[in-house]
């Protein structure tokens, strides 16, 4: 990215040519794409000396496991989607905790983002855990969920139409990112 800023990639962003992200997203492909091959030359000529054998790293009894983190393009590409989309979504929290914070909803945002967002593991916690956590009532906790989400779609919205440049955009964006 530091190179990204510094040779001023962005002058030749163009709306007109495509989405912000699929600039990103083949930018870089290509850098990795270019420090794989910057890789392959040094492993067959090293820059300073030999290169290091596994077996002299460890005894003999001692095994590598070493995982295979090769992927195919469509499982980076899937990657790179789900990480644009918790991006997106961090982002839309973000704002909507900074415009809670002046309407005094602090509360509300974080019952909405702990049930919602943030909870760890595969379920929510359930209303009454919420209610215990935060030292609310049960309709104060439903309150809270019903205006959080109504409020997170605006400022998801919000976030989306930041990133494009047209309406039309918008929704391709929408429907491409979160199926709205």
Known sequence: FLRFYEKDFLQSVDAEKGKFRSFVCA????????????????????????ILSMNALGADEDTFDIPDVRQSREEADAQFLADWNRCVVRNALARMREAARESDKTSQVEVFAHYRIEHEGDTPP?????AELFGLTPPQVNYALKWGQQEFVQALKAELRDQVSSEADFHAEARELFGI
């Open 126 to 130: 359930t209303r009454k855990q919420l």
């Open 27 to 50: 930018s870089l492909r290509n850098f990795l794409l270019k420090e794989k091959q910057a890789a392959g030359r040094l492993k067959r000529r090293p820059a300073q000396g030999a």
